[in-house]
């Protein structure tokens, strides 16, 4: 597959998920869930990366659009973020005073060991 046909791919499950948020705000959360699914499914089949930007806008578990107050709680501890879909339960903790440890939960290609600390250790 080329590339340009990858990058409008992309585009298009970015559309995706753009749109389940706004469905998602509005209430209709099982026909947001598909849209997500969908642009996860574009995104894997042209084996492009959905930028992180728009991946942190869902559920990882469940793919429900997180929406603060909504399907989301949001919380900060001693400068962690806790993010908690309401949906499933799923518990996601970011350190905000390192926002380079944003990057999900792949870390095995890090090059520096000194990564390893910290917020990824959890328990
Ligand atoms: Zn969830």
Not at 2 to 12: F, P, Q, T, V
Not at 96 to 108: D, V
Request: net charge positive.
């Amino acid at each position: 597959m080329d590339s340009l046909k990858r990058g409008a791919i992309l585009e298009r499950a970015m559309k995706l998920i753009e749109m389940a948020m706004e469905l998602a705000k509005r209430g209709d959360m099982d026909l947001s869930r598909e849209y997500v699914n969908l642009a996860l499914q574009y995104a894997s089949k042209a084996r492009v990366k959905i930028p992180l930007r728009y991946k942190r806008t869902f559920c990882r578990k469940c793919h429900t659009p997180l929406i603060p107050g909504i399907t989301e709680r949001r919380r900060i501890r001693s400068k962690i973020l806790i993010r908690v879909c309401l949906t499933c339960g799923w518990i996601r903790r970011y350190d905000t005073r390192n926002p380079t440890r944003l990057k999900g939960s792949k870390i095995g290609r890090s090059r520096h060991k000194d990564r390893e600390d910290g917020i990824n250790r959890r328990s």
